[in-house]
């Protein structure tokens, strides 16, 4: 009873100390002279700031909340929030997005929580934000519309073989199914690997590490998330080296794949010195790769799916657009380019998920150069939040945000930068088409083999850090004869 006394008492006392320090925080000064203010907000508590309420909204499946009451309470377009133990500034805005995008390398760069670098590792020889820039240079060859044509008829066959392995049954959970696929047709894709154990044993760790990233208790101790994520991270950094080293020795017995994948290209990357890129650092580009195409399209499948079964009249809709374009096929003949133009409706089905539930909901930016924005100072070291829910959710944008409209995507669609669900300006996801098209062909075989209903009718999409549902969605499955 004592030790809570005390313990009361001395929190009580750091946080009175931390108020009177920060008292000063909404202007600053520099020689003397007074500056403009800075972004108006909350002190939060000592250490953690407003971590855990920031994180608690994700988890509650309401990460807008956080960001709204904010920016209503503040009247602005920026706020600055204790988050992640910095110094963090929320851009609230379609204005503010395009902003921020813009002004990539110029006002602001690429930054990551401590907890994801030390999951990610980046090479002792670049800085994580050289290393993706690095990793869009290899991934464009593959990335571009000519190459994307080639792998449709490949995802639709593999869609076929995993909807008949793997949903043969009454009931099946949809987010580790949707899961299972991606990552197999990316193994196939990315790397040329079909074999199942492989894919497996690849898979296991690679599971854990998404909810490491934005741990709210991001301690490297046994038991917690963070450690988990840790842990797994270098158990796959350790299997892909050994693929890469077995490549090594593959391409030198003349067993090199006929044509070539991101593997063989990374194995002909150098650094900026001319050497040679290290078996090390193309296992941590292939791991990241691996895992920025896992979480993202698995969550989406599965939102996707959890609003179909919702929706009646949505599904009746992307079912008949999906079976004209089966009737127009021969038997037996895969999907092609032209019929994924033909997916219109179900592609805006599939954009109005991700306006409602973005995947992942933000990422980061460090101030490079001081710099006012709406007559608010942001100092360099400063950190920078942009959340597609800030915008995904403001009826400003988006009327009536919570109704689920598909027709927003048609014509003119949103206002530009309102609609973010895979950033914007140079470090625009890169994997956004080959993601569509995964998506496409992925809705196009289950509507025609399946109506569904949910198991846990009332269960929700949170945000942990991806937005996926809850309880993995339990479906029953009502096969078409
Ligand atoms: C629905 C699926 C996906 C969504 C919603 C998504 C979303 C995002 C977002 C929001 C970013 C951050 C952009 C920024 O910071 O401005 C990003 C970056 C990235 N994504 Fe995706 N992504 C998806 C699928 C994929 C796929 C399939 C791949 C790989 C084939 C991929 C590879 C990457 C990479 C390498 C980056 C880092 C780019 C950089 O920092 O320069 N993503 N993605």
Redesign the pocket.
Known sequence: MELIIVSIVLLATLYFLYSVLNSGSSSSTKNGKQQLPLPPGAKGWPLVGETLAYLQGSKKGVPEKFIAERRDKFSTTIFKSPLLNENMVFFCTAEGNKFLFANENKLVK?WWPKTFEKIFAPSEKTTQGEE??R??KV?SPF?KPDSLQKYIGVMDSETQKHLKTYWDAKEVTVYPLAKKYTFAVGCKLFLNIDNPETIAMLEEPIRHISSGFVSSFPVNIPGTKYHKAIQAAKKIRTDIKHLVAQRRRDILEGRAPKSPDILSHLLMETYENGELINDSDIANKIY??LH??YD??SA?LSSIIAYLAELPEVYDRVRSEQIEIAKSKAPGELLNWTDLQRMKYSWNVACEV?RLV???QG?FREVITDFVYDGFLVPKGFKIHWNAFATHKNPKYFPSPEKFDPSRFEGEGPVPFSYV?????P??????E??RLKILVFMHNMVKAFKWEKVFPDEKITTDPVSAPSKGLPVRLHPYK
Do not use: I
């Not at 669900?421 to 300006?425: L, N």
């Not at 470090?427 to 956004?432: E, H, L, N």
């Open positions: 690429s993706t820039m990793m869009r991934l990335l990241g790769l920025g195409a993202n399209v989406l991700m973005p995947p992942t990422t669900p895979f950033g914007g300006g470090r625009m996801c890169p994997g956004k080959y993601a």
